[in-house]
């Protein structure tokens, strides 16, 4: 029987994310919740709710990650949300996926460097603002709670030279944004139904190049 404690997580096994891993999310965000009470990881209205509002929440969007890829680049890391949940996953399916986290605050690198070695995950921090970085190299950008669609995929267009995808966090008015977004860009799109909030939705754009 599943330990109550982590019975929540359960929601993520038809994503192929294994039990064992639930137990390490669940290290990981006892780890956010004590630090919590000295660095601005998360905020303190969702710490009662953390496993759905932040773990969980970050751990769906794995059904869009190709799994052959090589590289996932988590463009506003935080407190390692989605990226140090993508890599504990990718660690328990034995994937050899890199992700590098960019946090251009220096106590929350800190914090995101002390969870990789804890957990011995495949990532890499940069104390970076992404925004001041040129020519950068990925397989998969992500994003979550970092800043509106439109400034995310300009970003992609004019600091990274190559990517295959982008998988994004929208809220109630998102599609609407992305229409808006089509108007300037072209690229395709999948989007599924949030699993923890029934206004979000996750989005993969993919072929993605500015109109001319």
């Known amino acids: 029987m599943i330990d109550s404690n982590i019975l929540q997580y359960s929601v993520l096994e038809p994503l192929n994310v294994s039990r064992e891993t639930f137990y390490v999310f669940e290290e990981f965000r006892s780890l956010i919740l004590e630090r919590n009470k000295k660095i601005n990881l998360i905020s303190q209205s969702s710490e009662e709710k953390s496993k759905e509002r932040h773990i969980i929440d970050s751990a769906q969007i794995f059904e869009f990650i190709n799994k052959n890829e090589k590289i996932c680049t988590d463009v506003g890391s935080g407190s390692g949300l989605p990226g140090i949940v993508l890599a504990i996953i990718m660690k328990h399916n034995k994937n050899s996926m890199k992700f ?20 011995n995950l495949n ?17 998969i950008l992500v994003a979550r709670a970092f800043k ?54 996750i989005i993969k754009i993919y072929k993605f190049k500015k109109k001319k």
């Open 100 to 119: 590098n986290l960019y946090e251009k605050s220096f106590r929350k690198s800190q914090f995101l460097k002390e969870v990789i070695k804890k957990f």
């Open 123 to 139: 990532a890499e921090v940069f104390q970076k603002n992404i925004f001041d970085e040129e020519n950068l190299s990925t397989d």
């Open 148 to 201: 509106p669609l439109p400034t995310v995929l300009e970003l992609a267009h004019s600091n990274f030279k190559n990517f295959s995808s982008i998988i994004l966090f929208l809220g109630k008015s998102g599609m609407d944004t992305l229409s808006k977004c089509l108007k300037r860009w072209d690229f395709e799109y999948k989007v599924k139904q949030s699993l923890t909030n029934s206004d979000s939705k």
